[in-house]
């Protein structure tokens, strides 16, 4: 199975820059998915990575390290509506027909004045 | 693009009662759909993978007699809880596998269930 780690919460400051970290263990490494979800919604997609580096997209980055099993999640110009629960999700192709995504507890990201 | 929809958005029913929750892709076909399970504050579980014309597929310690799933057609799987009780109140969410390469999951708006 997939053991994925995040730290639980994090707080910033309005216009300020957060990394929220992911780490991962996995036999078949198919895929690291970045989902925000409000209180009470369904989960949002934000990134995608399967090769290492950095993927940006707007004021949202993700990077990958596929040998260190690690990811983060760069928010930039951090805005009061980015407070919400950020999930790291992984996708093994030995499981589930290659199409499961394993999902991390979250991390409740809290944006203050 | 991309849009999952679920109905009834929450519903409350009386122990030993089943509940019908209907997840649609409304914009695309899904020939896999996903049913989760999130209890507050935790992450989402993974409950069961819906096929579309085939049997569904349940994670260890899910009980397919209880937690009824038909994938129909390509744009409709339905998740029945059948003799509901109160611990299976929880929030339930589905999702589309998407068409793109990279095969992300869109999410229904999900479903609150009560049962009292």
């Known amino acids: 199975g997939q053991n994925i780690d995040q730290p639980t919460e994090m707080t910033a400051t309005e216009g300020a820059i957060v990394q929220i970290n992911c780490t991962y263990q996995t036999s078949g490494f198919n895929g690291l998915f970045w989902y925000q979800q409000h209180a009470g919604e369904a989960p949002t997609f934000l990134s995608y990575?399967?090769?290492?580096g950095l993927e940006e997209k707007g004021r949202f980055s993700s990077f990958l390290s596929r040998s260190k099993g690690y990811s983060y999640l760069l928010l930039k110009e951090l805005q009061m509506k980015d407070s919400a629960s950020y999930l790291c999700?992984?996708?093994?192709?030995?499981?589930?027909?290659?199409?499961?995504?394993?999902f991390g507890t979250g991390t409740q990201l809290k944006v203050e004045l | 693009g991309a849009v999952v929809s679920q109905h009834p958005s929450w519903v409350i029913c009386k122990s030993g009662t089943s509940v019908k929750i209907e997840c649609r892709s409304l914009d695309f076909q899904a020939t896999t759909m996903f049913w989760y399970r999130q209890f507050p504050k935790q992450s989402l579980m993974l409950m069961a993978t819906?096929?579309?014309?085939?049997?569904?597929?349940?994670e260890q310690g899910v009980e397919k007699d209880k937690f009824l799933i038909n994938h129909a057609s390509l744009t409709l799987s339905t998740l029945t809880v059948t003799s509901a009780h109160p611990e299976d109140s929880s929030f339930y969410i589905c999702?589309?596998?998407?068409?793109?390469?990279?095969?992300?999951?869109?999410f229904g708006p999900g479903t609150r269930l009560t049962v009292t």
């Open positions: 999702s589309a596998r998407g068409t793109s390469g990279r095969g992300e999951q869109y």
């Open positions: 990575n399967v090769l290492d």
């Open positions: 999700a992984v996708r093994d192709k030995l499981t589930g027909g290659g199409n499961k995504l394993t």
């Open positions: 819906s096929n579309e014309g085939s049997k569904a597929t349940y």
